[in-house]
């Protein structure tokens, strides 16, 4: 597998909206963007581990409450977020 040489279209956009940001809402913006990947990333995470005899099905397992434990620190963050405006 080759890794990317430069981030995708999808990620340019989203480097190019953040840093047009600043303090609070920047912040904002920042936890609902993590809060949006990790549900994605445990979502792919979840269909991968449901596939029997894989190697890579064993890791997403064993992944999955890290990025479990993630998503709820950004949620905590977001709600914070939201409560301070």
């Known amino acids: 597998m080759t890794p990317p040489a430069e981030p995708s279209a999808k990620q340019k956009a989203m480097y190019d909206k953040m840093s047009k940001l600043s303090g609070a809402e920047f912040d904002r913006a920042f936890a609902k963007e993590m809060v949006a990947d990790h549900k ?12 029997k005899n894989s190697p890579v099905a064993d890791l997403a ?4 409450p890290t990025l479990q434990k993630h998503l709820d620190a950004a949620e905590k963050l977001e709600k914070s977020n939201r409560a301070s405006r």
């Open 61 to 64: 397992a064993q992944t999955l």
């Open 40 to 51: 994605k990333d445990i979502s792919e995470y979840k269909r991968e581990s449901a596939k």
